[in-house]
């Protein structure tokens, strides 16, 4: 079920039925805490979870990444981490009614300032209502950046936050990873 991208990270997708595209989600490792981003929820993934690492918290991207997220946090009994409105620009009464419809009234909101489990660090991703995590030399999106057939597809607004991060690779919701030279294909 889960495939390895390093030691300490791992991924797993299925197909979406709407839209015929791949969506993925990841788990990040450190000292046998794990931390999910973007969760899809599937048959026994919480016990897949458990064999990798002890559940920490769920961190959402954006908010169309809803996936699991809310699900899996209240199933773990962990906090679950969805972007401050204010600092990804949604609009506020659209988003207030989607956290009452899914649950997240206990979620956490968080901005770059806020302090996330495994050192995560965000940063806005402007204009593009998401939030990029950078965890180890890695930048993760939901959408905003995906590979494709080894090449890297970006919006604009990430090109400056990969090269402040100096991230090396990047995970994506959707398509592929790049496991290496981020920094080159800019």
Not at 75 to 104: C, N, R, V, W
Not at 108 to 118: F, G, I, V
Not at 140 to 155: E, P, Q
């Amino acid at each position: 079920m889960f495939e390895p991208i390093t030691r300490n990270i791992f991924r797993w997708g299925t197909i979406d039925g709407e839209t015929g595209i791949m969506m993925y989600s990841h788990l990040l490792l450190r000292e046998n805490k794990a931390v999910l981003i973007d969760p899809l929820a599937m048959p026994e993934i919480i016990k897949m979870i458990r064999i990798l690492g002890d559940p920490v918290a769920v961190i959402m991207t954006t908010y169309p990444h809803l996936r699991g997220c809310s699900l899996l946090s209240r199933q773990m009994g962990i906090p679950l981490f969805i972007p401050d409105i204010k600092a990804i620009d949604e609009d506020e009464a659209i988003t207030k009614m989607f956290i009452d419809l899914y649950s997240m009234k206990e979620a956490r909101q968080y901005d770059e300032s806020t302090s996330l489990p495994l050192d995560i660090k965000a940063h806005i991703i402007p204009g593009r209502h998401e939030m990029a995590l950078k965890f180890d030399d890695f930048l993760i999106v939901g959408d905003s950046a995906y590979g494709l057939n080894g090449k890297l597809t970006f919006s604009a607004a990430l090109k400056p936050i990969i090269k402040k991060t100096s991230a090396n690779g990047l995970l994506s919701g959707h398509i592929e990873d790049i496991p290496s030279g981020l920094q080159d294909m800019l």
